[in-house]
């Protein structure tokens, strides 16, 4: 079995590495080729991944390249996890957008576009190159923002799905405070990338027992508290949101703090630099522990599962991806993109039914697919009506006056990976 990774000199890849030795027997890889164009790092990452296999025994052989074309070449699932721009421009994309007083962040609002008019085309172009080589591969995304860049994949008739590690993160959480093991944790997710709520928490499986209100009455005050939300908001919600969230509950008072500390950007760029190094110490052979500050938690058990499954293997029956709607929720489209659990095989992800969604949510998961698809379109077919209608319908800008402005600031700091512009 054969995976390839674009971009594969990031320094979230060791976590990935780490995932695929542990798990080889779910995931038996033969072959690991990491793609990189930024060949310095590419070298750090590959000599670390090779001792982290000769480390817990791996008998795959890893190799790295800056050739897209060589790199997927017979692959049997292509996993993206590229950043166009680097974190320079998840700096810009966090920063630009305070000036109009919106959040400032990379996945969504003003940012989040930014991110999306990058990529979309970037990754469309690669998904070409996997077809032509073998049509038949898997095309795993984990590229941000994921439901859009997922949707684009899918509406050019590629094979893909969408991963995310916020849906994993949670099942671990709810396992330790129920003292189960995770895998025995079934979530009730629904929503968009980075726009979902856990609505039931189950033990093993769909037809489990809810257990959520429980939760909630007994740990509900640390459960907020983790989310940076009050524990009285949590309680009239009834369920548990995603911690992206906040950027839509708490809205002034993130950019508040936003604009009291440093970025983010700026502290995974130092922490990038340190890992680097890190990397290069040729006595090292497994993950540091500073990688987990650097974001991505449980991201290769996630994708280990997703592969497994999609490739025949011995992943869960039942996963959190993104994918196509497909009436799943009746009151979006069905080409829109959603984030819930859904049974996996070899012929993709078919999401499980689920109940009727609180008109609170689903009035939100409404204007963001509409947003979803306005951004999409400007990223296919760039111009700045196009943009600034997608920040327009975006609820966390929605006035006029701020969708020009931005739209004039992400232009102007985005012009160098914009064909249109």
């Given at each position: ?89 998840r700096l810009q994309d966090e920063t630009w957008p305070l000036e109009c007083g919106c959040v400032g962040q990379e ?88 726009l979902t709520w856990e609505t039931g928490v189950r033990i093993g499986g769909p037809e489990g027992e809810d257990l ?33 969230l906040r950027y839509f509950y708490a809205h002034d008072e993130v950019v508040r703090e936003l604009r009291t500390k ?160």
């Amino acid at each position: 079995m054969k995976l390839a990774v674009v971009g594969g000199g990031s320094t979230y890849t060791p976590e990935l590495i780490d995932g695929f030795a542990r798990l080889r027997e779910t995931l038996p890889i033969s072959e690991l080729v990491l793609i990189d164009p930024a060949a310095d790092r590419l070298e750090l990452v590959g000599g670390l991944a090779r001792r982290i296999f000769a480390k817990q025994g791996h008998s795959g052989t890893i190799t790295t390249t800056s050739d897209v074309d060589k790199g997927v070449a017979d692959a049997d699932a292509v996993l993206l996890q590229l950043r166009v721009g680097g974190q320079a421009a998840r700096l810009q994309d966090e920063t630009w957008p305070l000036e109009c007083g919106c959040v400032g962040q990379e996945t969504t609002g003003a940012g989040g576009l930014a991110k999306a008019l990058r990529t979309v085309p970037v990754v469309l172009d690669i998904a070409e190159r996997v077809r032509r080589t073998n049509p038949n591969a898997w095309i795993i995304d984990f590229t941000n923002p994921v439901g859009i860049v997922t949707r684009a994949l899918l509406q050019a008739g590629h094979k893909a799905v969408g991963l995310c590690n916020v849906a994993i993160g949670f099942q671990r959480r709810f396992a330790k405070l129920l003292e189960v093991e995770p895998g025995q944790v079934h979530l009730d997710h629904v929503g968009l990338n980075h726009l979902t709520w856990e609505t039931g928490v189950r033990i093993g499986g769909p037809e489990g027992e809810d257990l959520l209100p429980g939760l909630l009455a007994e740990h509900g005050a640390s459960i907020a508290e983790n989310l940076s939300l009050p524990h009285p908001l949590i309680d009239r919600l009834g369920v548990v949101p995603s911690y992206y969230l906040r950027y839509f509950y708490a809205h002034d008072e993130v950019v508040r703090e936003l604009r009291t500390k440093p970025s983010r950007a700026a502290e995974v760029a130092a922490m990038e630099k340190e890992l680097l190094e890190l990397y290069g110490d040729p006595t090292l052979d497994t993950k540091p522990e500073l990688l987990a500050k650097r974001g991505g938690a449980f991201y290769s058990e996630a994708a280990v599962d997703l592969a497994a499954s999609l490739l025949g293997g011995g992943g869960s029956p039942y996963q959190v991806v993104n994918t196509r709607n497909g009436g799943t929720l009746p009151f979006l489209p069905d080409d829109a993109v959603i984030e819930v659990q859904a049974s996996v095989g070899r012929d993709g992800a078919t999401p499980l039914p689920v109940s009727r969604v609180d008109p609170l949510f689903a009035g939100l998961i409404s204007q963001v697919t509409a947003y979803e698809d306005l951004a999409l379109d400007a990223a296919l077919r760039g111009g700045r009506d196009r943009v600034f209608k997608a920040l327009l319908s975006h609820p966390l800008v929605g006035q006029y006056e701020y969708a020009e402005a931005l739209t004039d600031q992400l232009v102007a700091h985005n012009r160098e990976h914009l064909a249109w512009a």
